[in-house]
């Protein structure tokens, strides 16, 4: 008899056309999936991603073996568990006989180089459920002197003919984001997010965690995700039905109490894969050709899958395992304890550390321009916050998070992906957001008592680096606005983000 092969799936490719699935025979080879310490632990995940993670891989074992498979399954409070991914394929190996393992490759280098090294032998086989191919990304990238988005989005559109009209862009135009910045209106509110209430597999992974991880970061319950692709389904209908319609609109508002506002919380789903993104794309480009929502929307959300999403994962791996301790700016603060829930005056952060903690989800422009900008203005180290990113959101893979987080947001990588740091002071704030209506310091304070601190961090910011951005034609006028003021107000600027920036090392409420 031919030995079996072992087939790894892991938590994160839970496709059933998943590259390792399609290679294998299902009348000989056996599916190997691990709940395993090594990571549900890797970092101190939020809860409800482990609670995520572990409801959903159960659920696709289950399918697997109705569709036919064996499926040896580990949870992670099995006796005989060996707490790696790489334990449990030698253990499941000698259980079986097996010499081989059929693998899709995994979106983190710590595990890629894990399996190279491994005793058993491996064939590792390319994740398909992307439309760029490690190969054509770096194609594309050779040669050019700079890898902006913009460029291989157009790509995109053209390979996968999303709203193409012949050679042409739909509607016009590759992009409509003049169109996706408005203010949020008094009183704007989005739909209410689709819930889906915990079944009995739910039910004891979420006792499981609440056992294990009450110390991470974050609120287990309530628990509403969905957790198989039916119920993903539905929040895609729910979306497209509901929020995408103003979708491109107010892709850059931030409410208070509106933690989805109309964003579309797809993110852990496609990333798990219960949700094919292309597929995803092509229901949102049917919904404009119906006439049931607008070019800015279906542009701006298809541009964020087959734009931002395939650009970020093909940087990651073209830029290679360092990317992650990059510190271009040389960024050494400690990350401050209000990301940790502790207290602040900074109403901004509050909500939206608030929002991450109890749902494990903040939308784009909070990531960025909030959390994001805060530490960038700050001089946090770029790895204590990549570390929080990768923490403490249910969406959260190296892969998409560490360009996400190194690039775009704190400019560690010296601009592969930005062409200038996303810094902004508390003026984009008011005008984005309702925060700072209800905040203790002053939007419209630039020194002095209750001076809004990304007021005084934005100068600091650009002085401290006046070297490396002064020549950046795009920054050059903010550089101008400084040479204008006079020098006691400079002097004044600079002495009291010192002081904030001391007060908050001290640990003091700020
Ligand atoms: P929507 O606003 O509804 O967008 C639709 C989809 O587009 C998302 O589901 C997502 O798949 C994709 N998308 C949008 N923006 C991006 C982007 N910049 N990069 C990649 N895909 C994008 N996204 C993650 O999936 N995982 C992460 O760990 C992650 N970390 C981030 C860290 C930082 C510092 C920043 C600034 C962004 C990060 N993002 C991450 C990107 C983005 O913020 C999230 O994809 C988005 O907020 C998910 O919410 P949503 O599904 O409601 O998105
Ligand atoms: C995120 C995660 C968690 C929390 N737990 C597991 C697990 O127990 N077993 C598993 O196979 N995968 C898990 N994952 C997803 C992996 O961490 C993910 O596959 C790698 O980070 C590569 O992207
Ligand atoms: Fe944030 Fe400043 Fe607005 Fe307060 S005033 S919410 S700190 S931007």
Not at 197 to 212: F, K, S, T, Y
Not at 219 to 239: C, I, N, Y
Not at 364 to 384: C, K, S, W, Y
Request: aromatic share 10%.
């Amino acid at each position: 008899m031919v030995a079996p092969r072992l087939v790894l799936v892991l938590g994160d490719q839970l496709t059933l056309s998943i590259a390792a699935l399609k290679a294998a025979d299902m009348d000989r080879d056996i599916v190997v999936m691990a709940e395993v310490a090594a990571e549900t632990g890797y970092v101190a995940h939020h809860p409800k991603k482990i609670a995520f993670v572990l409801s959903a891989m159960r659920k696709f074992a289950a399918r697997l073996q109705e569709d036919g498979w064996r499926v040896c399954y580990t949870r992670l409070d099995d006796e005989d568990n060996a707490g790696s991914i790489g334990g449990e394929l030698l253990r499941r190996a000698e259980e079986h006989g097996a010499k081989e393992v059929l693998a899709t490759e995994p979106g983190e280098w710590r595990l890629i180089e894990a399996l190279r090294d491994h005793p058993l032998t491996l064939h590792i086989q390319q994740d398909d459920r992307f439309i760029c191919s490690h190969k054509e990304f770096e194609d594309w990238a050779e040669g050019r002197k700079s890898l902006r988005m913009e460029y291989f989005y157009r790509e995109m559109r053209r390979k996968t003919g999303l709203l193409m009209e012949g050679d042409d862009p739909a509607g016009g135009a590759w992009n409509f984001d003049s169109d996706n910045r408005k203010s949020p209106p008094k009183g704007l509110e989005g739909p209410e997010p689709p819930r889906f209430e915990p079944d009995g597999v739910v039910r004891q992974v979420l006792d499981l965690v609440e056992a294990r991880f009450s110390e991470n970061f974050g609120k287990l319950r309530p628990f509403r995700f969905a957790t198989d692709p039916e119920e993903a389904e539905k929040a895609l209908d729910h979306f497209i039905a509901h929020a995408l319609p103003c979708f491109g609109d107010y892709q850059d508002a931030m409410v208070r109490g509106q933690d989805l506002l109309f964003h579309s919380l797809l993110s852990p789903y496609m990333n798990v894969g219960l949700l094919d993104p292309l597929e995803v794309c092509r229901r949102v480009e049917a919904a404009w050709q119906a006439g049931d929502v607008p070019i800015n929307a279906a542009e701006g959300f298809i541009r964020q899958i087959i734009g931002w999403r395939e650009y970020v994962r093909g940087i990651y791996f073209l830029e290679g395992p360092d990317y992650t301790s990059r510190n271009a700016l040389d960024h050494t603060r400690k990350l401050p304890a209000l990301y940790w829930g502790g207290e602040t005056e900074m109403r901004c952060l509050r909500e939206c550390v608030d929002a991450t903690r109890r749902e494990a989800y903040a939308h784009h422009i909070q990531r960025l321009m909030i959390t994001g900008n805060f530490a960038l203005l700050a001089g946090v180290d770029p790895g204590e916050v990549h570390e929080w990113y990768l923490e403490v959101y249910a969406d959260a893979y190296e892969w998409v998070e560490a360009p996400n987080t190194i690039g775009m947001s704190q400019f560690a990588d010296g601009g592969v992906i930005a062409s200038k740091p996303y810094v902004s002071s508390g003026n984009y704030i008011a005008k984005m957001s309702d925060y700072c209506k209800s905040c203790s310091y002053g939007v419209t304070v630039k020194t002095g008592e209750g001076a809004c601190p990304f007021n005084l961090l934005y100068w600091h910011f650009l002085i401290r680096h006046r070297a490396r951005f002064e020549d950046n034609p795009r920054m050059a006028q903010m550089y101008r606005t400084w040479e204008r003021m006079d020098a006691e107000k400079r002097d004044t600027v600079l002495a009291e983000a010192e002081a904030f920036l001391e007060r908050m090392d001290a640990g003091e409420v700020v």
